[in-house]
């Protein structure tokens, strides 16, 4: 989930990012899923609140989109569910927040469950001289050095095309929904 009020304060390229329909920001939502697993979203049924913040309602942004906050209810490739909520327009506490609940486990912050000893090893490798962490945690460097590496080594990114698209066409296809007061529609698969 990722909640970040007074978005349209945020710098950002000709203001893109005022009135962005919440579901079509999947960096900080359903890419940790994606990123994670592998898998993918098949379906989704996703809900729209319509924002009292004036330049998040549809007469007053490029996207004509009333919603402020969007939360997504989708079905995955392994046949689970996870929910998506993302929110431009609702003060308090910020960030971006991920959380698996599973039969064999939860994880949030810290790994519990009866499989604890098996929990893989987490590292970061460390990134070439002079490149900075970035932002998210240090995402930025990472993802960055990542792709370049993958180019001079001639292999495929972990992030390919394919990964990209399942965690963008997904939140697509919820505002969607969204617009629809939440019918239930199927979601595009993509493969390499």
């Given at each position: 989930e990722y909640y970040h009020a007074s978005v349209e304060q945020i710098d950002s390229y000709q203001g893109w990012r005022i009135g962005l329909p919440p579901q079509w920001y999947p960096t900080h939502s359903n890419a940790y899923y994606t990123g994670v697993t592998g898998g993918s979203f098949t379906e989704v049924s996703c809900m729209g609140i319509p924002s009292k913040e004036r330049l998040l309602q549809a007469a007053n942004n490029?996207?004509?989109n009333p919603f402020g906050t969007e939360v997504a209810l989708l079905r995955t490739s392994e046949g689970g569910m996870a929910r998506?909520?993302?929110?431009w327009d609702t003060p308090g506490d910020h960030g971006e927040?991920?959380?698996i609940r599973g039969q064999k486990g939860t994880f949030y912050g810290k790994f519990e469950g009866p499989q604890a000893e098996q929990q893989a090893a987490i590292s970061?490798?460390?990134l070439p001289p002079?490149?900075?962490?970035g932002g998210h945690g240090g995402s930025h460097g990472q993802l960055m050095n990542e792709f370049v590496t993958a180019i001079l080594e001639e292999r495929p990114p972990l992030?390919?095309?394919a990964q990209a698209l399942n965690m963008t066409v997904a939140g697509i296809v919820?505002?969607?929904s969204a617009?629809?007061?939440g019918e239930l529609l199927k979601i595009p698969q993509y493969k390499i």
């Open positions: 490029r996207y004509r998506m909520a993302v929110s927040r991920g959380r970061r490798p460390p002079g490149v900075q962490a992030v390919d095309i919820a505002h969607q617009l629809r007061d």
